[in-house]
């Protein structure tokens, strides 16, 4: 069965200092995932994809297929990064894309 | 363009009463989802569309019922609300790879 684990379910750092969101899946075909971030009260917007190898806001993920993983790092955190951050993993379903979400991570950034 | 659009975006129920959330999109996506948020939970699938005319029950279906319409619209319904809906729901869209996903539904069952 699929499944996203994301083991800190709050995480609060310091402005500047670097940031790891953690998250592992569970999947025997080849994964595809994605990091979603929800600011206060607004929709989930897509933030990362692994596919695409992207750099959004400074964030960075890394797929590490022999430790099924998929952190979300940025080397300074921002107090605009505050949100609550989702992984997700795509599995292919009867021609929909189904998304599996992790259980989330509420990220704080004090000043 | 406006994506994904939820109504309504608040709403309070008894125990019992029935409602329908309903979602449209503007983007020509295929599929459409509808998932429930709860804190420490994440967000949970309950119907999904992947096409026009077919529809198919997710993680969490019990107490639901969906149409997908047309290809825009896909809307949710709770025929007898209870408590335990109480709950964020978000309506999404996809092309194949990636969400869209609208602004949300709180509600509240009393």
């Known amino acids: 069965a699929q499944r996203v684990t994301q083991p800190e379910k709050l995480l609060s750092v310091f402005k500047g200092a670097p940031v790891e969101l953690k998250c592992n899946y569970s999947y025997s075909g080849s994964p595809e995932l994605f990091w979603y971030v929800q600011y206060s009260r607004q929709r989930l917007q897509l933030l990362l994809r692994?596919?695409s190898r992207e750099s959004i806001k400074g964030f960075t993920a890394d797929l590490n297929k022999g430790e099924t993983s998929f952190h979300l790092k940025k080397p300074f955190a921002q107090e605009e990064d505050s949100a609550m951050y989702y992984c997700a993993l795509s599995t292919q379903i009867q021609g929909a894309q189904k998304l599996v979400f992790g259980q989330g991570t509420r990220l704080t950034i004090n000043p | 363009n406006a994506g994904v659009t939820q109504t309504p975006k608040f709403q309070v129920l008894k125990t019992g009463q029935s409602m329908t959330l309903q979602c449209a999109q503007d983007?020509?996506?295929?599929?459409m989802y509808w998932y429930r948020q709860d804190p420490g939970m994440g967000l949970r699938l309950i119907y999904y569309?992947?096409?026009?005319?077919?529809?198919d029950k997710g993680e969490v279906p019990n107490g639901y019922n969906v149409s997908r319409l047309n290809k825009r619209e896909f809307s949710l319904r709770l025929e007898s609300a209870a408590p335990s809906q109480t709950s964020v729901y978000f309506c999404?869209?996809?092309?194949?790879?990636?969400?869209?996903f609208g602004s949300g539904t709180r509600l509240t069952v009393v």
């Open positions: 983007m020509n996506h295929n599929s």
């Open positions: 692994h596919i």
């Open positions: 569309s992947a096409s026009e005319g077919t529809t």
């Open positions: 999404a869209s996809s092309p194949g790879a990636g969400y869209t």
